[in-house]
């Protein structure tokens, strides 16, 4: 009988159609978190290579582990911020406009992952250049140019 009601209801006042681009329709987005994020795994690794390692002491150690925690931290929350971007915010019309964006996508991602797992400047390096074209990409699709500035 509730059931019942509840279409009678629906049929006589039907709620309005409504649409949203992600979970949350805030419709702010922004690639600022991802090279926040992609820079201080650079930060990162660049300080790691720096550390001697081979000192041996338990201070050494002990930063050594937590400098590579915070870059495998970066690492990750970059490819989240860049998914957010690729799932969230781009259409099938930024894909007519940028016919590389799946690749563009697909390789920071990737190298994402490979910051995670190695030490690598030239990894580090090229995620930030991943990113910058992202960067570039997304503030094209709004008609913008938007320098791209690293904070350190």
């Not at 006042?13 to 795994?41: I, K, L, N, W």
């Not at 007519?96 to 563009?104: A, I, K, S």
């Not at 094209?140 to 320098?147: F, L, S, W, Y």
């Amino acid at each position: 009988m509730f059931k019942q009601l509840i279409n009678q209801v629906k049929q006589w006042s039907p709620a309005e159609a409504v649409s949203a681009h992600c979970d949350g329709p805030c419709g702010v987005y922004d690639p600022a978190s991802a090279r926040v994020t992609a820079e201080a795994v650079l930060s990162m690794t660049k300080k790691i290579i720096d550390l001697n390692a081979g000192a041996g002491d338990t201070a050494t150690a002990n930063t050594l582990s937590r400098y590579i925690s915070i870059k495998e931290k970066q690492a990750h929350e970059t490819k989240e911020h860049i998914l957010v971007l690729w799932t969230d915010y781009f259409k099938p019309v930024h894909l007519e406009q940028f016919p590389n964006l799946h690749d563009t996508i697909w390789k920071a991602t990737k190298l994402c992952s490979a910051c995670k797992v190695e030490v690598s400047l030239q990894h580090a390096e090229e995620l930030m250049a991943a990113v910058e074209e992202i960067h570039n990409i997304f503030w094209a699709t709004k008609g913008r140019e938007v320098a791209f500035v690293k904070a350190s």
